[in-house]
């Protein structure tokens, strides 16, 4: 259904638009198991026509959903079941903290918009850049503060319409990125971010472009959690482009 509505505005000329947005639980880290506590968005990003929109918090979860809501094409809005409950601290063993606590929980009652396609600057950094989303955004501030690395920790938002310009500026600047999300990495939707990051900054990296995912094959006898990449993996990543990939 999705997939046609995304059709919809090429298949009449312009005629007819498809505003339609579907709400989705996403991604794991809540002991939902194999079946419930998947990481699908690169399969909705392959739909040509179709908005794929990923909030961190509810500040933008307001925002975002009610510019889905308004926006004429199909809009997929994925919701982090990981932070229903509250942020964590990017270690999958603590437990969240209230939202109540968290600047970006206070929301407004009135009703506002946040632009789709348009990335947020969670840390300013200047030694390398950090591209995530969702539930891995707090992942990776915490990766950032265990290696004590200058990271710019950037939430995309969106993954479709994507914010090249924002992705592109900060990688010129540090020079070195690293891409996090909880799908598994082979086809994840890291591999399409490292091939722009490639094709636009090229001739500013100074470090090959690490990827930090969940695993392609899930393990026996492990607790979910330790499928999705948490602090430490991340640090790793962070120290290795840091000394050029070695």
């Not at 509250?86 to 929980?105: C, I, M, R, Y």
């Not at 924002?166 to 990688?171: M, P």
């Not at 722009?196 to 026996?220: K, M, S």
Request: negative net charge.
């Amino acid at each position: 259904i999705v997939s046609e509505a995304a059709k919809l505005r090429y298949r009449s000329a312009g005629q007819f638009t498809s505003p339609i947005t579907v709400r989705s639980p996403y991604g794991g880290g809540i002991f939902g198991g194999q079946t419930h506590s998947q990481s699908p968005e690169s399969l909705f990003t392959h739909i040509a026509g179709l908005k794929v929109v990923i909030p961190s918090n509810p500040y933008d979860a307001k925002g975002l959903l009610t510019a889905a809501i308004e926006d004429d094409d199909p809009v997929i809005f994925f919701e982090p079941k990981r932070l229903y409950n509250g942020p964590f601290d990017g270690w999958h063993k603590n437990p969240v903290s209230p939202w109540k606590t968290q600047e970006l929980a206070q929301v407004p009652t009135g009703k506002y918009t946040l632009p789709i396609g348009k990335a947020r600057i969670m840390r300013e950094g200047s030694d390398v850049t950090i591209l995530c989303y969702g539930t891995m955004v707090w992942v990776s501030l915490a990766g950032a503060e265990h290696a004590g690395v200058d990271a710019e920790v950037i939430d995309l938002r969106t993954l479709v319409p994507l914010d090249i310009e924002t992705i592109e500026t900060s990688v010129k600047k540090t020079g070195r990125c690293v891409i996090v999300h909880e799908a598994p990495k082979t086809s994840g939707f890291g591999g399409e971010l490292s091939a722009l990051v490639q094709e636009r900054c090229f001739y500013h990296l100074e470090a090959p472009i690490a990827r930090v995912t969940g695993w392609d094959t899930p393990y026996p006898h492990a607790f979910e959690w330790e499928y999705f990449p948490g602090p430490e993996r991340v640090a790793e990543a962070l120290k290795s482009v840091m000394t050029g990939g070695r």
